[in-house]
Antibody, heavy 123, light 107 residues
Framework: EVQLVESGGGLVQSGRSLTLSCRGS????????MSWVRQAPGKGVEWVSF??????????EYAASVKGRFSISRDDSKGVVYLQMDSLKTEDTAVYYC??????????????WGQGTVVTVSS | DIQMTQSPSSVSASVGDRVTITCRAS??????LAWYQQTPGKAPKLLIF???NLQSGVPSRFSGGGSATDFTLTISSLQPDDFATYYC?????????FGPGTKVDIK
């Protein structure tokens, strides 16, 4: 059974840093792209970051709202993807979901999601 | 960036009703659209990928259609578990973008 379990959320002051982790199990982690998606309280869903598998270059993508502040990385040997969040802003307050991205004809969609971890940034 | 819009923003319906939600992309995304269902307090769940392909395990009362800029999600006969918020997402180009959501609630 595919499972994604996030950790690392919490309350942090504006300007500080936080690192989220997501451990995957039940699948060959290194074969899949992984992504982070967030949802601010009472709002819709926003894609944040994407990490391609090594077989597809291992490159990364970011939303404009977090580019230069957030960094996604992965350790395939441990089955973990990370999201390093620096210079946090109050507008980064959200539930952060780890997702597995499955490719269909070269295009990605998010077929498994974790339960989410809450990040609250205070001013 | 590709902007996604959805209509209606909310719909009230009864069990057994047929419900159709529309999603529009600001530019041609071919068939690279996914639909997700989210119930309160839970993560979104993939329903449809590549515009019309049903994700494994999703009931056949859900169907998707469309291409280029205009897409639909149809629930043929609404069931109690279907009262939720539905999001479309374009998978054509980074940055991936989601629609604002359509809430389906009980009439």
């Amino acid at each position: 059974e595919v499972q994604l379990v996030e950790s690392g959320g919490g309350l942090v002051q504006s300007g500080r840093s936080l690192t989220l982790s997501c451990r995957g199990s039940g699948f060959i982690f290194g074969d899949y792209a992984m992504s982070w998606v967030r949802q601010a309280p009472g709002k819709g869903v926003e894609w944040v970051s994407f990490s391609r598998s090594k077989a597809h270059g291992g490159t990364t993508e970011y939303a404009a709202s977090v580019k230069g502040r957030f960094s996604i990385s992965r350790d395939d040997s441990k089955g973990v993807v990370y999201l390093q969040m620096d210079s946090l802003k109050t507008e980064d307050t959200a539930v952060y979901y780890c997702t597995r991205a499955v490719s269909y004809s070269g295009y990605e969609q998010f077929d498994y999601w974790g339960q989410g971890t809450v990040v609250t940034v205070s001013s | 960036d590709i902007q996604m819009t959805q209509s209606p923003s909310s719909v009230s319906a009864s069990v057994g009703d047929r419900v159709t939600i529309t999603c529009r992309a600001s530019q041609d995304i071919s068939s690279w659209l996914a639909w997700y269902q989210q119930t309160p307090g839970k993560a979104p769940k993939l329903l449809i990928f590549a515009a019309s392909n049903l994700q494994s395990g999703v009931p056949s009362r859900f169907s998707g259609g469309g291409s280029a800029t205009d897409f639909t999600l149809t629930i043929s006969s609404l069931q109690p578990d279907d009262f939720a918020t539905y999001y479309c997402q374009q998978a054509n180009t980074f940055p991936f973008t989601f629609g604002p959501g359509t809430k389906v609630d009980i009439k």
